[in-house]
């Protein structure tokens, strides 16, 4: 991911590393947010999901810009596939920790975006969805490490 | 008539056209392409009599491909009109089948045809151990995920297709074909490699004969992974660590997609035995590993792999090598010293040598060097890294220590050390030495040497062809009793020396040396001997030959066999002599004969010639031409002895028909007679005169005789001596025979001689004389003259008479042989003339009157008067 934001910057020009912290109201947060561990990997697979018509959004502006082989492009289909993916699992793994509770399923909206953005606003847009994508994978890393700590240290009270 | 001909012909071809393929019986299957058949399966097709058929079932037969009929065994009667077969289908059934209605008998009606293709195959075999791998690509996983499987042995026989299908949660399931007979893998695009995800991976495999799955197996996705080789791998030396390599690398792919461990490989450079490092010490997430337990100063090659953690994907391959030396420690291990001794006129010349330590450790930087005699102070000596090697004298009733160290940057190694004895206190050697070549090693024995102080044994080999004589050494522990030496040059001749090593208190002292020439590889000699022939006889010839050159020889010569045969035959005869012989005496060979010879050098590999050498024998042998010369010398000796005899016999025959007796005058009747006048107012004197033509100085022979005879006795005696041209010293005359005496000689002897002669000398044979010739004019008188009549007052002269008399004397007492001799000679020349004999002198002597008359011989002898 850290790998494609950066082909995406490198690809967009200068100021990119200004225009990506700009504020957008549009664009899914990055936060996780939740108590309990069901709660908070809920929350991860919601993100995921609200990400993902933002991410194939940014894909076409990048396809109308650029090629439809440019390396961000690539880069962002294969993110697409990736962040499918891993909300599968996911969603796997609510089944599994939660079988009898159904797992809210967030509506495939639009993003929101209004449709006459100029080039400057697809590219800041492009940046912002990354950048927030990449810090919601990062916490979602660290909460798979804080869960796993935590599990290990269960199984071995357990143990004892 | 010819045209109604060819029509009817045109008729019956048409005929027989129309009706072999106006068919009267069909097959049941039918198809407009080939019918499948399974092989090993059995097939059954029936054959139909159309209605308008004048057949029965019973004139139907099947016929496969090649015409040849299926046995009637195969067939199943259904009615009168249908005909069944049943046939197990096998290879040779692919191509035609047929069914033919015709009738045994002779008839006209036409035989029916039917046939349908058929083609055999197998159906698929179910593929067995299927595996899936994507590769690494970049910094990600690639999206291409080829399987693998066994697709059997069996080949179908037809066109099949394999099909690869993969399911990736809930989507679409990606899929590929690949149309190939027994394919054995088939690659899919997933677009985006499912990482995290579970994939399900199946094969279908279809033919014309049917269709079949694999088992459908279910990954996850990263297990079917081969990442790439470790990044960066980086083998650190540290100074102060010698014993240790710091590795260090980077993961090929991002930790948090796949993390990965690590297994570490690491061996000596030039060494193919590689050292693994357990994978459980370099598990995920590090980066880096100690090396440890290394060896100092050493090259190491490091190479690494990776692989998911716990093992669940491929093993990379291993990363390419990387290469780095360990730091210096001091060096473990002493020098290896030695040294050769070569005695000298005055004392001994000993070359110390020495090889760096094996365990180094480092870069030696210099040895030093300790040297005391008859334990004295130890001298010490700084040699440079590059030189090895230490020249001293040292007397032969001395003894030395020597002790040598190495040094390197970190420090100083243990001491080797040398003992040298006086030269009549050497410890003994081993018993014996035998050495053998298996696979271009030298294997080197040796026995006797199981001494208790006996520490090790040293075995030196110096290529004794080289003009350095630099030499090598190896040491082998003191149990062993044979050891193998490499590295040796073929057809080189080498000294192998064992020498027994002991303990002398703290040093080591060599034993004495046993020593055998070796060589690694043998051939023909490079060159044959040049052989010489040095005495060559009537029938024996001596061959010597020099030894062949040692860079020429290749090999311990055995033996020399000489080739020689006579030049004018092909018929070779060969004599072989031993390896130390140098020369060779031939015997039994032709005299006067060109022989040729060449000596063949043989190894224990081969031989060669050297070059030919010619020679003659001799047609005498030995003493043969001494006997021959002797013989004919005594034979001469007889003859002339016994020629002698006869002439003193017969001297008096000889005597007589050489000099007839001439009357002397004093006996005659007149001398008795006394007449009553004087006689001599009556003597004619004037008819006795002497005409002296002398071209000479005119000096009478008396007066030369007074003064020169006496000196001139050994000139005389030189002429009597001198056999003279053209005939003996007395009978030539002294003129001519005396050529090198002086001019007063000659005149003298001349004057002398020839008194009473008119010569005129022209020269003998044709010379000319330098001067002019004297002319003798010789009295017309036939009375005899007297001697010295021009000088009457010198016969009474003792002196003069007694020198003359002399003169003749001598010139008969030398050679009365030859005088015989010449006298014998009748061509004697014009001039020659045999000496007044001593006892017709005699007279002349005590008769003066009468002595004064001598006869002397002319051209043609003595006419009486």
Known sequence: ?????????????????????????????????????????????????????????????????????????????????????????????????????????????????????????????????????????????????????????KRTKNAF | MDTSHHFFLLLMFLHYTIGTNTSCVKILPDSNSSILVELGKNFTATCHLLERSAYTSDDIEWLLDDYSSIAKQHYHKINESSVSVTVNVSRNMNGWLRCKASRKSLSFTP??????????????????????????????????????????????????????????????????????????????????????????????????????????????????????????????????????????????????????????????????????????????????????????????????RCIKEHNESYWSEWSANATVRTAEAEPASAPDLWRIIQPTSDGRNVTLLWKPPVKANGVILKYELYISQDNGKLERLDEVADNRMHLMQLPPGKEANIEITATNSIGVSPKATLFIPRSDRERPGVGSVSWSVRDEELLVEWTGASNAHVSEFLLEWVNVQQRDLQPHWQRVPRNANSTTLTGFEKLKRYNISVYPIYKHRLYTQAGRPVTKAVYIQQESPEKGPTVTVTKSKKNSAELTWEEIPLDSRRGFIINYTIFYWAG??????????????????????????????????????????????????????DGEVEVIVVVVCLSFLFLTVFIIMICLRKKEVIKQLLWPHVPDPSDSSIAHWSPDFPVKADMPKEDVSVVEVDVFDGKSLCEEDKTVLPLKKDKYLSEEHSSGIGGSSCMSSPRHSVSDSDESDSGQTTASTVQYSSVVASGYKGQTPNHPPPVFARSESTQPLLDCEEHPDLLNDSGGLSSRNSYFRRGRELEPGALAQDCGEPNGGSLTFCPVQEEEASPIVEDPPASGVSYMSQKSGYRPQ
């Open chain 1, 1 to 153: 991911m850290a790998e494609l934001l950066r082909t995406y910057k490198t690809s967009q020009g200068d100021s990119t590393d200004l225009i990506c912290d700009m504020p957008m109201d549009n664009v899914p947060e990055s936060t996780i947010s939740g108590q309990t561990i069901s709660e908070r990997i809920l929350s991860v697979y919601t993100r995921l999901k609200e990400f993902l018509p933002h991410m194939k959004t940014v894909m076409e502006q990048q396809k109308d810009f650029n090629p439809p082989t440019n390396p961000v492009a690539e880069g962002l289909d294969m993110m697409i596939t990736h962040v499918r993916h891993t909300a599968l699992r996911v969603n796997c793994l609510l089944q599994i920790l939660q079988p009898n509770i159904p797992i809210p399923e967030p509506a495939e909206r639009p993003t929101g975006i209004p449709p006459a953005q100029n080039i400057f606003q697809q590219k800041a847009y492009g940046c912002i969805v990354l950048s927030r994508l990449q810090e919601l994978l990062s916490k979602a890393v660290q909460e798979q490490k804080s869960l796993r700590g935590e599990m290990c240290r």
């Open chain 2, 111 to 304: 035989s029916c045809f039917y046939g349908v293709s058929l083609r055999a195959g197998y159906p698929p075999l179910k593929p067995e151990n299927l595996t899936c791998m994507a590769v690494q690509e970049g910094s990600g996983i690639s999206p291409y995920l080829k399987c693998s499987w066994d697709p059997g042995t069996r080949d179908p026989l037809l066109d099949t297709t394999y099909t690869l299908y993969v399911e990736i949660g809930v989507e679409p399931t990606y899929s590929n074909s690949c149309k190939q007979r027994l394919a054995e893998s088939c690659t899919v695009n997933l677009s985006t490699f499912p990482v995290f995800m579970d994939v399900n991976v199946c094969v279908e495999v279809k033919n014309e004969l049917g269709s079949v799955r694999s088992d459908k197996l279910k990954w996850d996705a990263l297990t079917l992974v081969k990442p790439n080789p470790p990044l960066d791998v980086q083998p650190l030396a540290e100074v102060n660590f010698s014993t240790s390599l710091m590795v260090t690398w980077k993961p090929p792919i991002e930790k948090t997609t796949m993390p990965l461990s690590y297994l570490i490989r690491y061996c000596k450079v030039d060494s193919d035995v590689w050292i693994e490092v357990p994978e459980i010490s370099t598990q995920a997430h590090k980066e880096s590993f100690r090396l440890q337990s290394l060896k100092p100063y050493t090259e190491y090659v490091v190479q690494m």
């Open chain 2, 568 to 621: 004018n035959t092909d018929r070779w005869q060969s004599v072989t002599v031993g390896d130390h012989v140098r020369s060779h005496v031939l015997t039994d060979l032709e005299s006067e004969t060109d022989y040729v010879v060449h000596i063949m050098a043989s190894t224990v590999a081969g031989s060669k010639n050297g070059s030919d050498f010619n020679f003659k024998t001799m047609k005498y042998g």
